[in-house]
């Protein structure tokens, strides 16, 4: 597994704005930004999330403005993927840029419910369920998106070549 970690559960059409409002878009240091987090949806987020959890979300996750620090803030807090019905295109993109691994499951996402314990496998576009025991299977990352996540972004990734 390349991920495990207990999971932060969101709905729906979850947009940019929301993951990180506009308002705070001023704030250039990155960990100080993450302290806003999804805080419109969710005011004990930033404060409570834990590296290495997991976020759980229904479909169009990252809709809205093209904004890169929507994906940034997700990273910044600690959070180490994001499993999905399915993303905009341009958050899943910009994700995979900053280093931020993202898989989608399709409707299977509705199962998997807040508090779980989860297992990512990105190279096999598996999530295991470790509270419920159930697996599911996603879209697998091809090989260079894979490696351009863990080497932590699409800039690390060109530097190390």
């Not at 597994?1 to 729906?12: E, V």
């Not at 506009?22 to 806003?36: C, F, P, Q, V």
């Not at 803030?73 to 840029?97: E, L, P, W």
């Not at 932590?152 to 190390?160: I, T």
Request: hydrophobic fraction near 45%; aromatic fraction near 8%.
């Amino acid at each position: 597994m390349d991920y495990q970690g207990t999971i932060w559960r969101y709905g729906d059409n979850v947009d940019t704005d929301v993951i990180i409002p506009a308002r705070y878009l001023a704030i250039a240091d990155m960990e100080e930004l993450a302290t806003h987090a999804m805080e419109d949806i969710d005011t004990t987020f930033a404060q409570k999330v834990k590296p290495g959890q997991i976020m759980v979300a229904g479909k169009n996750f990252g809709c809205g403005s093209s904004r890169e620090h929507a994906p940034a803030v997700i990273k910044a807090s600690g959070i180490s993927c994001i499993v999905a019905d399915s993303f905009a295109r341009i958050f899943f993109r910009n994700a995979i840029n900053i280093g931020l691994s993202v898989i989608e499951i399709g409707e299977a996402v509705k199962e998997i419910k807040a508090g779980h314990e989860v297992g990512v496998d990105l190279g096999k576009g598996l999530v295991y369920d470790l509270t419920t025991g159930k697996t599911y299977q996603g879209t697998a990352l091809p090989p260079f998106i894979q490696a351009i996540a863990k080497a932590g972004g699409l800039v690390n990734f060109a530097k190390s070549r």
